[in-house]
């Protein structure tokens, strides 16, 4: 009796120390809690940039996981160009450690759906217990086990496994849209930057063509409405520089928001740069993007995943098995005179059965629709990735024909006018600067086009540079040589 006690015992605690156990988990959120009662969100400028508090979860995360924690402050030098703002982008921008996290998570319910139930243990320590030849039952103990049928388990992590497949093509497309979004307002910044400089000496040029003006109209050779149409003209171009001043403030913050950066800090301005040819080959680009499109390939997971759910729902219709086994504690004494106190042991098995065709049949018929739904999406898919494909190549190749157009025939040809000319002003407003500004327009928006074509493709086109020009910057003329001769002999002509 002593002995059984002992065992009943030693059960109850290994029945306890189990339960305890498998309820304890290794991972605490203690941390989140912490920093989102004490760090609630605030975002505000002050003079060194946002005082949100982003980096105070991030970086204990990092620490406890064992992961390096990105810093906010990312040093962008003036050389660098625009793949110096590319690279920062993709260490630092938010919505890639997103995405990043998002196939981490997906890929952690593989084991989930793979492994097999828990197993299920029973034990009846008190109560009436039944009476047996060989004594009375003190305590009836059970284990049982769930096995799924051969291939349920398998195909339940396929499933899992192209939730992954579309989380991986989800992050490429992060990417490529944060590289093309960084592109993008990289060259919207290097355009108003460049737009800026020569609007000032657009208006440098246009106050000596006023002073010009009004040296005329005092000596008589020019009238008032000269000198008026010259004060418009200036103050068309102050506030021209008012809006690209604008502009090139909301290009930076957009720079720094994709870097994760104060949204006000300072960037250098952006180098001069030299024209990359684009290798433009439309049939290439259509096949790239059919392939490598990461759209493309999330589409082809998701008809696999309900390939597999069809797959799984054929399996449903097959019965799972449970094994057991019993072990029940007798005591020596009872009733029976022959009551020895054997213990009572057995094994037994048993099947659900899956007898409710309606519902397997539906699950078939879901999964076929989710095929043909799928199938649809990705025809749908490839003609508007054709359509941005072809769309962006047709761009690029029309601004990289204005561009070259700009700079070796219309710039240098305008420039030679008003070098040839005594005042720009009297000769007709000839002012060069406003086709270099639109070559700068032409370059950013040729750019811009690239990076939209990049994104439908899938990955970086060919390029090579430009093997007549080193560079795209044309060397603006002296904005005060001839004109100011001018304005001098007028002065002394007044005189």
């Known amino acids: ?130 009476e047996t030849a060989s004594g009375q039952v003190g ?55 460049r737009a800026l400089d020569t609007t000032r000496q657009s208006r440098k040029l246009l106050d000596q063509f006023k002073q010009i003006a009004e040296a005329e109209y005092k000596a008589g050779n020019r009238s008032q409405p000269d000198v008026l149409r010259a004060s418009v003209e200036l103050s068309n171009v102050d506030n021209e520089l008012i809006i690209l001043a604008q502009r090139q403030a909301t290009a930076r913050s957009m720079l720094n928001q994709l870097m994760d950066r104060p949204i006000d800090a300072a960037l250098p301005e952006p180098a001069t740069v030299t024209l990359d040819q684009v290798d433009t080959d439309l049939d290439v680009f259509l096949a790239r993007a059919a392939k490598d499109n990461p759209a493309i390939e999330a589409l082809h997971a998701r008809i696999e995943q309900h390939r597999q759910r069809r797959r799984l729902a054929r399996l449903n219709r097959w019965p799972d098995l449970t094994v057991s086994a019993s072990y029940n504690i007798v005591e020596d004494d009872g009733l029976s005179m022959a009551a020895n106190g054997d213990d009572q042991w057995w094994f037994g098995f048993g099947v659900n059965l899956p007898i409710w065709m309606e519902k397997y049949d539906a699950a078939e018929r879901e999964a076929f629709q989710g095929i043909l739904e799928g199938v649809a999406d990705l025809t749908a898919e490839h003609n508007r990735i054709a359509f941005q494909v072809q769309e962006a190549y047709l761009k690029v190749e029309a601004q990289q024909q204005l561009v070259t157009l700009f700079r070796d025939t ?29 070559q700068h327009r032409a370059l950013a928006e040729m750019e811009q086009a690239v990076a939209d074509l990049e994104r439908a493709v899938g990955g970086q086109v060919d390029r090579h540079a430009d093997p007549d020009r080193s560079g795209h910057e044309p060397a603006p003329p002296s ?11 007028a002065d002394e002509e007044t005189q």
Request: charged share 25%; net charge neutral; proline share 4%.
């Open 479 to 489: 904005a005060s040589t001839p004109d100011q001769a001018t304005v001098e002999g």
């Open 139 to 193: 305590l009836m103990t059970g284990l049982s086990q769930k096995l799924p049928f051969p291939g349920k388990l398998d195909t339940r992590g396929r499933i899992a496994e192209q939730d992954v497949a579309m989380a991986l093509a989800d992050l490429r497309q992060t990417r490529l849209r944060v590289v093309a979004d960084t592109r993008r307002a990289y060259w919207s910044y290097y355009f108003t930057t």
């Open 410 to 438: 219309i710039v240098p040809q305008a420039r030679q006018t008003v070098e040839a000319s005594r005042s720009g002003y009297r000769a007709g407003s000839v002012d060069f600067l406003n086709f270099e500004l639109m």
């Open 1 to 130: 009796m002593a002995h059984q006690m002992r065992t009943v015992t030693g059960i109850l605690m290994l029945s306890a120390i189990l339960l305890v156990g498998g309820c304890a988990s290794p991972f605490d959120d203690d941390l989140y809690r912490t920093w989102q009662d004490r760090d609630p969100d605030q975002w505000q400028l002050a003079d060194n940039g946002a005082t949100h508090s982003r980096t105070t979860l991030r970086s204990r995360l990092a620490a406890t996981s064992g992961e390096s924690a990105s810093t906010d402050t990312t040093a962008i030098s003036r050389g660098g160009g625009v793949d110096g703002y590319v690279r920062a982008a993709l260490d630092h921008n938010p919505s890639i450690r997103a995405a990043e996290r998002r196939v981490k998570r997906f890929g952690a319910r593989v084991p989930q759906v793979t492994s097999l139930d828990d197993p299920m243990f029973q034990i009846a320590p008190f109560g009436d217990m039944a």
